[in-house]
Each structure stands twice: as C-alpha cells, then as structure tokens.
C-alpha cells in the first residue's frame, strides 16, 4: 500500500524526542543541503476581508520536498530547525524568496496588500533579524509596508524585552508587525500595550471551538475588544467552515484565513487566481 509506505518512511525521517541522535543527525544534515538546494519552496496562504471578502495580504508558508518526493511538514522541521540553529538560516532564506517574489508583484498588487513571513523566536529576539531584513527589503527595491513580520506570542514572550525593542526598530522603519499565534502564549494583557505590533493574529484553537459552546467564543471577543482597544487589526486563523466565518465576524473580526476560504498554494497558483489580470506577464517572470 503506496500510501502506509509513504507514511512509514515520512516516520523514518522525523524521529520524535526520544529517537536516537543519529537519525536526528541526519535529518539536521538534510535540512541544512535542503536549504542549499531546490528543495524548499514558498506555499502562499491568501487573506481576505470577513466583511467583503476582499483580498488582503497572504502569508508565506515554507514547504520541504525531500529527494525522495516526501512532503515533511512545517510542523516538523521547523521545531527541529529552532533546535539545531539552522532557524536563523531558514528564516533569511524564506524571508529573501519572499521578497523576490513581491518585488515582482509590486506593481500589481491592491495597495493595503500585505505579504506575512514567519519569523522565529531566534531570529527575533537576538535582534539579528533586523540588519539583514533591512539590507534585503533595499537589495530588492520592495517597500516595507506591503510587508507583515509575524512572530509567535510565545516567542516574544521568550525575551520579551529584546522581541519589543526589535518590534519598535522594525516598525519605525515601516513594516507592520503580526502577533502569530496568539492566546497560546501565556502572555499577559499587561505586556500588549507595551508592543507596538500592527495585527493580532488569533490562534486556529479558539477557531475549532467557535461552534461548540461560548467559551471559545467569549476568549476571542475578550482577544478582540483588547486587540482593538489598542488600535491593532484583528485576524482570526484557521477558519473552516461558513458557521465559524460568520460567528468570527459576528465577534469583531475583521480579517481572516482559512481552509473555508483559500488553502495554502504554490506561486503560480496564487498569481493565477489571485492577482489576474496581471498573471501572464508575472508566471512569465516566475519562471
Ligand atoms: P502558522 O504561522 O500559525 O501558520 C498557519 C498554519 O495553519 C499553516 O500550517 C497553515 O497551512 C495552517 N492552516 C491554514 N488554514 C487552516 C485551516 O483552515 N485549518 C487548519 N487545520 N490549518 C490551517 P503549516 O504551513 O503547516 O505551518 C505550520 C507552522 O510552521 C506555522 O504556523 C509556522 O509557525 C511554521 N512555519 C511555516 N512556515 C514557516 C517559515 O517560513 N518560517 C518559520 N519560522 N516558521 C514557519
Ligand atoms: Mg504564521
Ligand atoms: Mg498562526
Ligand atoms: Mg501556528
């Protein structure tokens, strides 16, 4: 059975924390020549006004296609990369192809477009990410404001004070600043009016339970009065299913990304459905 083998050897390559060192070795050797080669590419994730549905931004989603066709998810590597110090690598890596990307699309994209790149807690709070993103926005002549930061709640809160004084350097140079993740992060409220991020971006667990009884519901309102009182844009993530959209909206949201609206795609796909009529000149610089 094609698709158990194709589990069984994605199992191989993801030892969990228990495995032996040996195959994590060798996954850490993969992924940094992964990096090196063709082997990564960009997945795009649109998103859209609750209101009128009306594109907004997209995030960039990192994909790893191994030698040998495997698929291995974000999920996977990613914590495995934050371990292993090939994150602040994997982060300017994404971060350049992104920009590459967008300085093509510049000229056709609705002008509150916002492209969204993860960042990690490494990246952020050492403050090392700031000269780099920077020299790289410069090198490919793209503007600050059509680009979103995204950092995990819990990476902030990780070395809070470091995370807020790279937030203000990189807003004051004009890139807007997300919140990823948030309420899985044991921040306090008391730590949000000191960051001066532009979004809030609201974790896809609350997303899941909007339709099974108030509390989920009553969090992203709390999330939602807050987030607004301090004057940041509100997205709620994950969202699956016409119920949760309208529920999300119902509770303030006033953006949004999900399954129900548009799946995470590769480049072509996203200029084809997505920044029409201009796609024909665009694929033609893609490829
Ligand atoms: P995230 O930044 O919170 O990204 C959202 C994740 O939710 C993505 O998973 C996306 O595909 C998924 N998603 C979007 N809509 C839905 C939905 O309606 N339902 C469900 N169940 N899931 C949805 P993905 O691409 O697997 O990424 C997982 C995580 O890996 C990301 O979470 C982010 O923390 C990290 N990551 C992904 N790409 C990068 C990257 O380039 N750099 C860094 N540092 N981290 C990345
Ligand atoms: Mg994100
Ligand atoms: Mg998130
Ligand atoms: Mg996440």
């Not at 371990?83 to 967008?102: K, N, P, S, Y």
């Not at 990476?155 to 004070?161: K, Q, R, T, V």
């Amino acid at each position: 059975n094609h698709a158990i083998d194709k589990q069984h050897r994605v199992c191989q390559y993801l030892p969990n924390q228990q495995a032996d060192s040996k195959a994590r070795l060798s996954l850490e050797a993969r992924l940094r020549r992964a990096i090196d080669s063709e082997q990564l590419f960009l997945y795009f994730q649109p998103q859209f006004t609750l209101a009128d549905r009306r594109l907004v931004g997209a995030e960039v989603l990192v994909r790893w296609r191994d030698q040998d066709g495997n698929m291995i998810s974000p999920g996977e590597f990613i914590p495995l990369a934050e371990q292993t110090g090939l994150i602040a690598r994997l982060d300017h890596w994404v971060f350049e192809r992104a920009i590459e990307m967008l300085a093509g699309w510049q000229s056709h994209l609705p002008k509150d477009f916002r492209l969204s790149v993860n960042f990690s807690a490494v990246s952020v709070s050492r403050g090392l990410c700031e000269l780099w993103v920077m020299e790289l926005t410069e090198k490919w002549k793209v503007d600050p404001h059509y680009i979103c930061l995204e950092i995990t709640e819990s990476s902030i809160m990780s070395s809070p004070e470091q995370a807020k004084q790279s937030i203000e350097r990189l807003r004051s140079c004009g890139f807007d600043i997300a919140i990823d993740d948030f309420g899985t992060g044991y921040s306090s409220m008391a730590y949000l009016k000191h960051l001066p991020v532009t979004h809030i971006k609201i974790d896809q667990a609350f997303t899941a339970g909007l339709e099974h009884g108030k509390a989920d519901q009553q969090i992203v309102r709390a999330i939602v009065t807050i987030g607004k009182s301090f004057g940041h844009r509100i997205l709620i993530e994950g969202v699956e299913g016409a119920g949760q959209a309208k529920l999300a909206e119902e509770l303030g949201c006033q953006y949004v990304q999900g399954y129900h609206f548009a799946k995470p795609m590769g480049g072509a796909d996203f200029i084809e459905q997505y920044l029409k009529p201009a796609a024909n000149e665009l694929i033609y610089q893609l490829a």
